[in-house]
């Protein structure tokens, strides 16, 4: 069972820094959906798209 603590933890905003450290660690080959971008592309462009990419997971969380 999850305390209300855990809970909490679990349902506060993501961070920057936590998006870009999953996207470092990502296999470079692979494409997460289906619009055949790599995870290479995310990884080289994440300092112009880091802000879109987060915004992206935020609405993702919000939507279930």
Known sequence: MVGRD?????????????????VKFLEKDKAPGPNDFTVLFFQETYPILGKDILEVVEESQLSK
């Open 6 to 22: 855990q809970n909490l933890a679990l349902m506060r905003a993501i961070t920057m820094e936590e998006v870009q450290e999953v």
